[in-house]
C-alpha cells in the first residue's frame, strides 16, 4: 500500500499545465500520477551519488586473518 500523506500543491504557468494535461490524457493517468513519475525521473536523473567504495573490499581471501592488522605483513610493501 502507498503512504499518501504527503500533498504538494504548485502552480503551473500555462506552458506546464498544458503539459500536464496532454500527459494526463495521453497516459491515463490521474495528474498526481504524472506528476509522482516525473519527480522518479528527476530524481534517477539527479539523484544522489552513490557512496564511495573501495574496489575489491571484501572480494579477496588472503588466508591470513590478520593481514590488515599486523604490520609484520607489510613490511616492504610499496618499495
Known amino acids: ?3 499518501m500523506r504527503r500533498t504538494v500543491q504548485a502552480r503551473l504557468d500555462r506552458r506546464s499545465q498544458a503539459a ?3 500527459l494526463v490524457h495521453r497516459t ?3 495528474p498526481s500520477r504524472v506528476v ?3 519527480v522518479h525521473l528527476l530524481a534517477a536523473c539527479y539523484g544522489f551519488p552513490a557512496a564511495k567504495r573501495v574496489i575489491g573490499v571484501g572480494r579477496f581471501a ?3 586473518p590478520d593481514l590488515a592488522s599486523n604490520k609484520k605483513h607489510l613490511r616492504g610493501f610499496g618499495q
Do not use: F, K, T
Request: no cysteine; net charge negative; glycine share 20%.
Open 36 to 38: 509522482r513519475e516525473g
Open 28 to 30: 491515463g493517468w490521474s
Open 1 to 3: 500500500m502507498i503512504d
Open 62 to 64: 588472503s588466508g591470513l
Open 20 to 22: 500536464l494535461e496532454r
